[in-house]
């Protein structure tokens, strides 16, 4: 089984600051990563999604990505309190597109 | 553009009984997801159709789990008889064919169904 690893928070953050998430996986042939954002009762939606070793921003999100040591993050800048959710990671496992999803991590941004 | 529509939005049934959920995925996606999310984790996939084909049911508990996806569109996920630890929500998703034939580059999640075994 290709395993997901997420910290499960809550990861509590004050408004205006950075949360930063992480995520490692195992299936080092995994070459597409992505960030969903799940509201409390509801649905997962994507947020971000990388390919490529490094960095890709999008808005006040950025996505990190280190194929070597096979870790994947998110930060989230300027935290705003409609940031409160779970977050998260995916990896597509094969080329038929399965995502094997962590467990999340629990962000609070208090204000 | 509609999103994916999912039935019913809540059930409550008892342990041995049957259930049924239905899922009509976005118009045109040739991918369809069935996924369990258990309270507390991730969403975990049962099974994988592309157009109307299983392509991954390597966790789809098949003594009681069933699923079809008729004509390629929408599907039904079936659990006879159900049992305690079936309580979770059951998330129907669709993808489309990206470029280069990338498929599960972006999914778009219906609201779920939450499944109460009592």
């Known amino acids: 089984q290709k395993e997901v690893e997420q910290n499960s928070g809550p990861l509590s953050v004050p408004e205006g600051a950075i949360a930063s998430l992480n995520c490692t996986y195992s299936d080092r042939g995994s070459q597409s990563f992505f960030w969903y954002r799940q509201y409390s009762g509801k649905s997962p939606e994507l947020i971000m999604f990388?390919?490529?070793?490094g960095d890709k921003e999008d808005g006040r999100f950025t996505a990190q990505l280190n194929k070597a040591s096979q870790y994947v993050s998110l930060l989230i800048r300027d935290s705003q309190p409609s940031d409160s959710a779970t977050y998260l990671c995916?990896?597509?496992?094969?080329?038929?597109?399965?995502?094997?999803f962590g467990a999340g991590t629990q962000v609070v941004v208090t204000p | 553009e509609a999103g994916v529509a999912q039935s019913p939005r809540y059930k409550i049934i008892e342990k041995r009984q049957s259930v049924a959920f239905w899922c009509n995925p976005i118009?045109?996606?040739?991918?369809l997801y069935w996924y369990q999310q258990i309270l507390g984790q991730g969403p975990k996939l049962l099974i994988q159709f592309q157009n109307n084909g299983v392509v991954d049911d390597s966790q789809l508990p098949k003594d009681r789990f069933s699923a079809e996806r008729l004509k390629g569109v929408d599907s039904t996920l079936k659990i006879q008889p159900a049992k305690l630890e079936d309580s979770a929500v059951y998330l129907c998703a669709s993808s489309p064919i990206g470029g280069q034939g990338r498929v599960g580059e972006k999914l778009f999640f219906g609201s779920g169904t939450q499944l109460s075994v009592l």
């Open positions: 990388i390919y490529s070793n």
């Open positions: 118009s045109g996606h040739a991918t």
């Open positions: 995916a990896v597509k496992v094969d080329s038929w597109g399965k995502l094997q």
